[in-house]
């Protein structure tokens, strides 16, 4: 029987990594050393895009020209372009990012290489598109169209602009950018490890893409956030307590709490906790926040958990207008720079990565013809 230390890889060294570190114990997260504190809300996610992927914070020259690489490769291709239409009739969001993603790599000029600067380019390609795929799916689902982008705007004011069809204000815009840093890289996560796995077997940075995509899919990795906002919205906003006390002693889990890493609060979460309220009071109905608030408090009394990044990050996106099926995908959005980033590193110093395993099965086995069987 496998040690339950080493069950689904937990302290198991995977790979080292200069791009993010956690210190579970205390509740820090940093990217290439820097506290996710000391950037959110300071460094745009274009700057901390380049610093993930091109291991530095950028001065006024580089992001211009990082800015400038974004928007030139911000159109889709024309395979996935000419798909998107027909993919939104027949897949959910996750499903479609997983397939656009996929024939995006037709479309790429560097497709056939994984030479460091070929990965950097694709890096900022896949980083400028995913935004631009996810509110072109909606749109097409919708049969809603989509507003050109105004280069005036960041990625994160672009993608507001073009998944709810209007001009965001300013500090909405502030707001989801911090959201964007908060969710970029966040170490050995399973869509992350996937990523790498793909990559160290030197297969392109696309097809690695495609794996963190379809991992982030899953339920137990992506999708948190998603089923804060159907918790908030199934119970009555004067009954949370009840409910809450309910469902956990139906021995129900409460999505959005504990975390795998962090054994006191999930930095990200101190962040979005005030942006909720913010939003909350902007929005004049403070009604999912309140809830929140509350089901925070419950569950820390009766489970001593707290609240991770999806807790908060739900009614952050409800009240930035965002569809609650849309929430994973707007995950992927940040999490592309790291990524990519993640793929680039592998690239840079690889070695397969080819774990062991335990064998638990029948020994001693001895064939019979199938008429003895």
């Known amino acids: 029987m496998a040690d339950k230390s080493t069950k689904g890889l937990a302290d198991v060294v995977a790979a080292s990594t200069a791009l993010s570190d956690i210190d579970g114990k205390a509740g820090r997260l940093f990217y290439r050393g820097y506290d996710i504190h000391d950037l959110a809300g300071r460094a745009t996610f274009e700057e901390v895009a380049h610093l993930l992927q091109r291991g530095r914070l950028p001065d006024r020259a580089e992001l211009a020209a990082y800015s400038e690489s974004l928007a030139e490769g911000r159109e889709p291709g024309p395979l996935a372009a000419a798909n998107i239409a027909e993919i939104a009739g027949k897949q959910t969001p996750m499903e479609a ?4 993603v996929s024939l995006s790599a037709a479309d790429d000029p560097d497709k056939d290489s994984i030479a460091p600067e070929a990965n950097l380019r694709k890096a900022a390609r896949l980083t400028a598109q995913q935004p631009v795929l996810v509110a072109r799916y909606h749109a097409a689902r919708t049969g809603g169209g989509v507003p050109d982008a105004d280069p005036e705007l960041s990625i994160a004011g672009n993608f507001l602009l073009q998944v709810t069809g209007r001009r965001p204000e300013p500090r909405q815009v502030e707001i989801f950018d911090e959201c964007l840093v908060l969710h970029a890289d966040h170490t050995m996560n399973a869509s992350t490890f996937a990523a790498r796995v793909c990559a160290a077997t030197l297969s392109d940075m696309h097809s690695a893409i495609v794996a963190a995509i379809g991992t982030l899919k899953g339920p137990l990795h992506g999708g948190a956030n998603e089923q804060v906002m159907k918790t908030l919205e199934s119970i009555p906003a004067d009954g949370v307590a009840q409910a809450v006390r309910d469902r956990l002693a139906a021995g129900e889990k409460i999505m959005g709490f ?9 930095p990200r979460a101190t962040h979005l906790r005030r942006m909720s309220a913010e939003l909350a009071e902007a929005a004049g109905d403070d009604t999912y926040y309140r809830m929140s608030k509350e089901m925070e408090e419950v569950v820390f009394e009766a489970k001593g958990l707290y609240p991770n990044v999806d807790f908060y990050a739900a009614s952050v996106y409800h009240y930035l207008g965002i569809p609650t099926d849309l929430f994973t995908p707007v ?5 592309m720079s790291g990524w990519t980033a993640h793929v680039i590193e592998q690239h840079a110093d690889n070695r397969l990565i080819r774990p062991d395993s335990e064998y638990i099965g029948e020994t001693d086995q001895k064939w019979k013809p199938i008429d003895e069987r």
């Open 97 to 100: 990012l997983r397939s656009l």
């Open 258 to 266: 504990g975390h795998r890493v962090y054994k006191t609060e999930d």
């Open 331 to 335: 995950f992927s959005i940040s999490r």
